[in-house]
């Protein structure tokens, strides 16, 4: 074991750090990229469908590197040291297009860059959330630490989400990445320097690629939890960039909505956060975490039939608390699946785990990009200076319809997954 325990702030703090360039990064890529600089949306969905296979490939090879890694520090943190400030600088690459970049290559480049970021968030999320199990052992460690990173990282996204179309009105693009990726750097750097992992065991066997993955890939509670938190990630992923789609086209409102909009469903999020971990210690983890995602699911409803700031305030309200509860469960039913796999197997591979996790997470890009096609073709939405003869229902469609059916996926697989006695877990209610 470690001489030094790693307290919950300091590790939670980090959520901040890694939630404030990828946040976005993914929210307004779509913004920056079409409704600017002329990327059409068959385009981005070409990006979105390309980096998701690539994401497949680097996850699970980052977590192989991660867990066979041995150094003094641990396994985790050298890869953070090393990855985030390759990240900061791949991040403000994106949204700074150097000046030699013709209009005909700015898809290439949209493509490179957005591929390069986001393979070195997964490098950076691989670490961070394997170290989650690995430092904090037991249910209410673990809630209690998550409410904290959760916290966190709705304070990143109200700043990186909500206060970005301001921030950018007075910065531009360019000069917002710069900021946040110095700012996102420094926390994690903070964070990962400040985290004792235990002393890796020499003598313990390491984990085997193609061995992990077969036992991953039979591991029925990881396909249930990836796919339930897939469905879920391309609701909430696809919401957060339709917000400029929507507040344009659909409320007919300017960039001030979008910051009102999205700060509403961040800032309800940051309160709700405290309750839902209640509600898990008085009701359950399982119970709770299905209560949730049926609320996300039907909070988009009143977004629908919006046709003003008023309306749509309220079903941001309705969003905030159900996403609240999402994210307050979603990793506390993560780990448990990694503590089964370590019961079953006794290998210590969370590296592995966690990366694969990320990557089902991230597979909502085939949804995502899945989205944005068939705004293209169904409503001859192609970009912002081409939006169509229905732009208000194209956006309506990105912003509650495409999100309605992923939660309703998301519901559905949930139910399928459960723990019992013999897994450690506490009988489910």
Not at 128 to 139: H, S, T
Not at 160 to 167: E, F, G, N, Q, Y
Not at 178 to 189: H, K, N, R, S
Not at 250 to 259: H, V
Request: hydrophobic residues 50%.
């Amino acid at each position: 074991m470690s001489e030094k325990k790693t307290g919950a702030l300091r590790y939670a703090v980090g959520m901040f750090g890694t939630s404030i360039p990828i946040n976005m990064f993914k929210t307004y890529a779509a913004a920056f990229y079409v409704m600017q600089k002329g990327v059409t949306t068959a385009q981005l969905s070409l990006v979105l469908l390309i980096y998701t296979f690539v994401d497949a490939i680097d996850n699970p090879v980052y977590g192989f590197l991660s867990d066979r890694t041995r150094t003094r520090w641990g396994r985790r943190r050298l890869w953070l040291v090393i990855g985030t400030p390759l990240l900061v600088l791949a991040f403000i690459g994106f949204y700074n297009i150097p000046g030699f970049i013709g209009q005909d290559s700015i898809f290439g480049y949209m493509l490179l860059m957005y591929i390069l970021t986001g393979t070195l968030d997964s490098l950076i999320n691989a670490n961070y959330g394997a170290l989650f199990p690995e430092l904090f052992k037991n249910d209410e460690e673990r809630a209690k630490t998550n409410a904290l990173r959760q916290a966190f990282q709705l304070v990143a996204m109200v700043i990186s989400i909500a206060l970005t179309p301001i921030v950018t009105q007075k910065l531009g693009y360019g000069m917002t990445a710069v900021v946040y990726g110095i700012l996102a750097g420094v926390v994690i750097l903070y964070m990962a320097l400040g985290c004792h992992e235990e002393k890796a065991d020499e003598t313990a066997q390491k984990p085997q690629l193609f061995s992990t993955l077969k036992d991953m890939l039979t591991n029925s509670k990881f396909w249930m939890f990836g796919l339930t938190n897939a469905f879920y990630s391309a609701a909430m992923s696809l919401v957060m960039s339709a917000v400029p789609f929507y507040v344009t086209y659909t409320l007919g409102l300017g960039g001030m909505a979008n910051t009102i909009l999205l700060a509403v469903v961040l800032l309800l999020a940051v309160g709700c956060v405290a309750i839902w971990a209640r509600l898990v210690k008085r009701f359950g983890l399982m119970k709770v975490w299905r209560a949730a995602l049926i609320w996300l699911g039907l909070s988009f409803v009143p977004l629908y039939f919006a046709n003003g700031l008023a309306a749509a305030l309220i079903g941001c309200v309705a969003v905030g608390i159900g996403y609240a509860g999402t994210i307050t469960t979603m990793d506390l039913i993560g780990a448990r699946v990694m503590d089964d796999d370590f019961r079953r197997h006794g290998i210590k591979r969370e590296g592995i785990f966690s990366s694969a996790m990320g990557f089902m997470n991230r597979l909502n890009g085939l949804f995502t990009s899945l989205a944005f096609l068939l705004v293209s073709v169904v409503y001859g939405f192609e970009s912002g200076d081409v939006p169509g003869n229905r732009p208000d229902q194209a956006a309506r469609f990105l912003m509650v319809l495409f999100p309605i059916c992923m939660m309703f996926l998301s519901v559905v697989v949930s139910r399928f997954l459960h723990f019992s006695e013999k897994d450690g877990a506490a009988p489910e209610k």
